[in-house]
Structures are given as structure tokens and as C-alpha cells.
């Protein structure tokens, strides 16, 4: 039997060094030939990010320790290498050049100093060039392209015009390139153009043509096959599905509604890969349909499917998907298995975990397994959530009593939570919380019109989700109606104060790097990013009273309830002057409100120190607000007007 207690005063085995202690983020597979490589993001190194052969057993790290393999291309980088022939290209974080690694371990850069980045590399052995995404910071302008790069450090654009580049692919006999582009105000998820070009023998293209994609179509992830064709992902049919093209004929190979493409966010995302089994090619794909993704083999000539059932684990993330020999490659995670590099031998489905993000032993009595809800919310629509239950075999609620509700606003907004093992979730409910974590209009993972529903209602749509999220909850009696929380980052952020200061649903929020004022925004962000709110908002300045009516800030007579905010100093997506404005604001109310600033910390922390801080921090304020004991021994912060 557990011990009556206050929910949220719980103690729990999940702490927050456990959380942060010894664990990476996985961000990408990469294969050489028959040689395996990754790299993976490291909080207990201060967010470094490095690059690690598999010897056949165990992962070794192949980067000396002063390198830190990043891109800063679109602020939120990806793909940052590329290996050829077990010679090392990537990018270094601290000063965005590439940098080559030779057979003798020797590194000299290949680029030369300069304000640019680069992302996304080909490795042409034929001509001894790279082809790249280059991203030109000017004093006033920034301008991307496609360049090719010798090891003089001579650099030529090949590719330009278009405001943005991606996913460049060059077929095997080196003679054709495909990569996508887009315009502003397209975000590459509205609009990007798949183009075709031969490649000459001094590595320029001609002959550039436009084969697919349109305004009202996203195209994602081509690649060249064996088979001739060109196999790319588009959303034409609503949601993202796969296509082949040749000769001028581009034909869908399994229509469904299901999504078997991501938001380009990053360089190098990869849903699916070749499989060659007696000379026949098949596709190794990832698709996401009913809040969840799946692993399946398709038979592009017979247009047939089929789901791939692993041994012993069911997963329900996919990602970084990657063929070698007969088996995919993959991270995975499920409910309530941590992200791992996977490998799934697919003609006898054998299962090796070759390596997994974090190393935890945690009774699974102490872990909420997620559900996913499809709940009713304005104008007679469905919003999706995965709500997770408070759970700790050691307690009991008091009678009557009903948990804390936190309520999660995703990132993006152009994204999706997933129901995987997130020990970040699992430190609340295994101290008495429920916890929502709601795929709002704007999400992925429910087709494009899904997407397009938050379009013009930014601040409206996802804060109606989350409000009627808490409010199904509540009605439901799963939750007390006066203890509802809402948290978010980035677009999440604002998606929580926007909430907190429109709606009278929640009683608390944490804000980090959240957007409050929305014209300093739209003038002080990123390239990438620079247009994203006229699509969410309308364009500026015609618009410039919605901007107005829905920045949190001009309505801080609205709010009357606790907020803290967190802020990285050298964010340059949400600059540190917003968080710092509102903080200010409702200091001058008299609200009871802390502001932490980390001064080594950009947008999304990386940092264990950070990150460990940020959660001990959330949990103390609460407390105080709501007035239960914690358990845990932590530093307390200040918070201003309690």
C-alpha cells in the first residue's frame, strides 16, 4: 500500500541529475560504405556535439574533444558531415568552418574564415569537389545558395536566387543533381520546389528545371535509387506521401492518409531508405498516422505495403532511417524505452539496441504510460493530445483530491509530440501531476489542412486546443480545475502566454524563450523565420493590428496569474529583450513572476547544468503557487511579488 500524500509532494526516483546525468540526443546515422557512423549531442559536455564510429560492438568517438560538430545554417542546423571513404567533412560550431579529417588523423579546414555556414554535403569523388548549402551572412543581407568547394578553399555558387536551399542528392554516375528551394513568406513545409539539373565537368549545373512542387505543395526528401528513379515525398494529396519520377512521369506508389514526411526543420531528416533484396529494390519507410509512427516495406512496382513488426519492443518514434546490407538502421524509442540507435535485420527482423541514449533502471511502476485522445474543441473541430496520469507506486492520493494538470504547448509550431519515454514528463507525473502534451491545430502528423488550420490564427486555434485540452480533463475528473498549468518553448512559449493572457483556463504558466510581443519579433528573428508569422498571422505591416491584438504584452491588465520565464543570452531565433519585457510587466502588476537568464544558453538549452536548473526551478515555483511540499532539495529562486 502507498502513503496518503498531497499530489505534486510525491518523492521520485526520477531526478533531475538522473534526467541530465551521462545522456545524449541522438541527431544522425550516417553510413559509408559498410561503415556505420553517428552523431549525437552531449548536455554532460556542455551541448557539444560529435561524431562516433561503430567498431562492431561499441561506438568510438572519432573527433578530437575541441571540435564540436554544428551547423548554424537556419539557426537550427542538422546534418553537419559527411564521410567519404573514412575521410571526415564537417562543420565546426565556433567558426562555422568545414573541416576535413584525412586518413592520418590530420584536420586542416577546407573553407576559409568568413562570417558563412554550410550544411548539407555531397562529396563528389569524381570531380574532388563538395557540394553544399552555403549560407552568406553580408553585413546586411543574408543569402543562401548551392556552392561547390575544392580543398583550395575556392568556393562557387552553382545554385542561386531562390531565398533557400535543401536536400541536395547526386545520382550515382555524379551526373544529375536534385535539390529543393523556396521563397518567402514559405516556410519549406507550404511550398518548396523540387528542381532537377545535370551537373557539368567542372561541377556547375545546367539545365535547371523545376519538376514538382507548387504554392500549394511541399515536397520533402528526394533521393536517387538504384532502380533510376527519383523518389521524393510530397503533400498534394493532403497528407505526405511517397512518389517516383522518370522521363517526365512522376506516379504516387502508395496513396494513404498518413504522413511519410517531417517539417524540414533540419538538414539531413531521412523517413526512408532502399532495401535490395536479389536485385529487387524496395522502400524502408517511417510513416505517422494516428498520433504515432510506423515501420513498413513497400513495393514501389506492385504499389503493396508492409508493416514491419520488431521483436520484443514496439516502437512508436522512427527516425534517421538508413539502410545497410539487409538491415535499417534507425533511432527509435517507444512509451517506455529511451531513444536508441537501432538496428533490425529485415529478412529474419532480429533486434540489436546498438546503443542507447541514456543508461536507466527505473521500476516501471513509477513510469504513466501515454494515451492518446482525440478531444472536441471550437467551431465543432477535433484537436489530439497524449495525456499521461500521475503515477508512483509508493502513493495514494488523499481522498477526493485530484492532481495538478500541466499542460504542454509544443514547439514550432509546425511540429508534433509523440508518445515516447520522456523522463522530463515522467519527473512530473511521478510526483503527482497529470500531463498533457497537445498536438494542436498547426501540428504535424494530420495532414497539411491540419497544418493550414493555425494559419491567420496564430494565438487563437492552438490556445482554443489547449484551453479545451485542460477543460476535457477537468470535465472528465481526471484533474482539479484550479491547478491547471500551462508550459512551452519558442512558439510554445508564446502559445502559453497568449493563454495565460487571453483565457482564464489556467492558474500558472512557464514560459521558455517564448514569444510575448509579436512585432519585436517579426523584426528581430532570423532569416529562416523571418516571414513564418505573416503565414501564422498575415503579412506585415498591413496586418500590424493583429500583431498588436495578439502580443501578450499589450495586455498585461488581462493577466493575474504566476508566470516564470526562462531565457537563453545568446538566443537569436526569440531574443533575450522579450522575456526581459514581460518580466518587467508583470513585475510592475505585482504578479508573482521569476525570470532565470543563462547566459552560454541559445534558443533551446543544451546545457546539463541548464537543463537540471530549469526543471528544479519550474517545480519549486509551483509549489509555492499551488503550496504543497516537495520532496526534493533544491536551491530556491527568487520570485518576485509572492
Request: net charge negative; charged share 30%.
Amino acid at each position: 500500500m502507498g502513503i496518503e500524500k498531497d499530489f505534486g509532494s510525491w518523492k521520485s526516483p526520477i531526478t533531475s541529475d538522473m534526467i541530465v546525468k551521462e545522456g545524449v540526443k541522438f541527431l544522425n546515422i550516417f553510413v559509408d560504405d559498410k561503415d556505420i557512423y553517428i552523431s549525437e549531442l552531449r548536455g554532460f559536455e556542455k551541448g557539444r556535439s560529435t561524431i562516433l564510429k561503430y567498431n562492431g560492438k561499441t561506438f568510438d568517438e572519432v573527433l578530437d574533444k575541441k571540435f564540436n560538430a554544428r551547423t548554424k545554417v537556419h539557426e537550427y542546423g542538422g546534418l553537419s558531415f559527411f564521410i567519404k571513404d573514412e575521410k571526415i567533412y564537417f562543420s565546426n560550431f565556433e567558426d562555422q568552418q568545414i573541416y576535413k579529417k584525412d586518413l592520418n588523423g590530420n584536420y586542416y579546414p577546407i573553407t576559409p574564415v568568413s562570417n558563412d555556414r554550410y550544411a548539407n554535403y555531397i562529396v563528389d569523388d569524381k570531380r574532388n569537389v563538395i557540394y553544399a548549402v552555403q549560407e552568406e551572412h553580408l553585413e546586411t543581407e543574408v543569402n543562401n545558395s548551392i556552392v561547390k568547394i575544392d580543398e583550395n578553399q575556392k568556393i562557387e555558387k552553382i545554385a542561386f536566387g531562390y531565398d533557400f536551399y535543401s536536400s541536395i542528392d547526386v545520382n550515382a554516375s555524379k551526373t544529375k543533381m536534385v535539390f529543393l528551394a523556396w521563397n518567402h513568406p514559405d516556410m519549406p513545409w507550404d511550398a518548396a520546389k523540387l528542381f532537377i539539373a545535370d551537373i557539368q565537368k567542372d561541377g556547375t549545373l545546367k539545365n535547371i528545371t523545376c519538376i514538382a512542387g507548387s504554392e500549394n505543395e511541399s515536397i520533402f526528401q528526394p533521393r536517387w535509387a538504384e532502380d533510376g528513379y527519383l523518389y521524393f515525398v510530397s503533400d498534394k494529396s493532403n497528407f505526405w506521401n511517397l512518389y517516383r519520377y522518370r522521363d517526365g512521369v512522376i506516379e504516387s506508389i502508395y496513396p494513404m492518409d498518413a504522413e511519410f514526411g517531417e517539417p524540414l526543420w533540419l538538414f539531413g531528416m531521412s523517413t526512408y531508405d532502399f532495401y535490395i533484396d536479389d536485385g529487387k529494390l524496395f522502400i524502408v519507410a517511417t510513416y505517422n498516422k494516428n498520433g504515432r509512427d510506423n515501420l513498413c516495406l513497400i513495393d514501389p512496382e506492385n504499389k503493396t505495403k508492409e508493416d514491419i513488426k520488431t521483436k520484443n519492443i514496439e516502437f512508436s518514434k522512427y527516425s534517421n532511417i538508413c539502410v545497410i546490407d539487409s538491415k535499417v538502421l534507425f533511432v527509435g524509442a517507444s512509451p517506455t524505452k529511451v531513444d536508441a540507435i537501432v538496428s533490425l535485420d529485415l529478412k529474419n527482423k532480429d533486434l540489436q539496441i546498438l546503443k542507447k541514449s541514456k543508461i536507466i533502471d527505473i521500476d516501471h511502476s513509477y513510469i504513466s504510460e501515454p494515451q492518446n485522445i482525440e478531444f472536441p474543441t471550437e467551431d465543432d473541430q477535433s484537436a489530439y493530445m497524449i495525456y499521461y496520469p500521475p503515477k508512483n507506486k509508493d502513493y495514494l492520493s488523499k481522498k477526493n483530491n485530484k492532481p495538478p494538470l500541466i499542460v504542454k504547448s509544443h514547439g514550432g509550431p509546425t511540429a508534433q509530440s509523440l508518445s515516447v519515454l520522456n523522463l522530463e514528463i515522467q519527473y512530473w507525473t511521478s510526483r503527482g501531476f497529470a500531463f498533457a502534451d497537445v498536438n494542436y491545430a498547426g501540428s504535424t502528423g494530420y495532414g497539411r489542412e491540419y497544418r493550414q488550420r493555425l494559419y491567420g490564427n496564430w494565438g487563437i486555434k492552438d490556445v482554443d486546443d489547449c484551453a479545451n485540452a485542460a477543460k476535457y480533463l477537468a470535465k472528465k475528473g481526471l484533474v482539479d480545475e484550479n491547478k491547471l498549468i500551462i508550459k512551452g518553448g519558442s512558439a510554445g512559449g508564446y502559445t502559453t502566454l497568449a493563454a495565460l493572457t487571453f483565457r482564464d483556463t489556467f492558474q500558472a504558466g512557464a514560459s521558455y524563450y517564448g514569444i510575448c510581443d509579436l512585432e519585436l519579433f517579426h523584426g528581430d528573428t532570423h532569416k529562416f523565420e523571418a516571414k513564418y508569422d505573416e503565414k501564422l498571422l498575415g503579412p506585415y505591416p498591413e496586418k500590424k493590428q493583429v500583431y498588436f491584438d495578439r502580443s501578450p504584452i499589450n495586455f498585461i491588465e488581462h493577466l493575474s496569474c504566476p508566470i516564470i520565464l526562462f531565457q537563453g543570452q545568446e538566443d537569436k531565433i526569440v531574443l533575450p529583450n522579450q522575456a526581459k519585457k514581460m518580466f518587467d510587466s508583470l513585475n510592475e502588476k505585482k504578479l508573482p513572476t521569476a525570470y532565470l537568464l543563462f547566459e552560454k544558453e541559445g534558443h533551446g538549452f543544451r546545457s546539463a547544468d541548464v537543463i537540471k536548473k530549469t526543471l528544479e526551478a519550474e517545480l519549486y515555483f509551483y509549489s509555492k503557487i499551488f503550496g504543497f511540499e516537495i520532496e526534493d532539495d533544491i536551491e530556491p529562486i527568487d520570485i518576485k511579488n509572492l
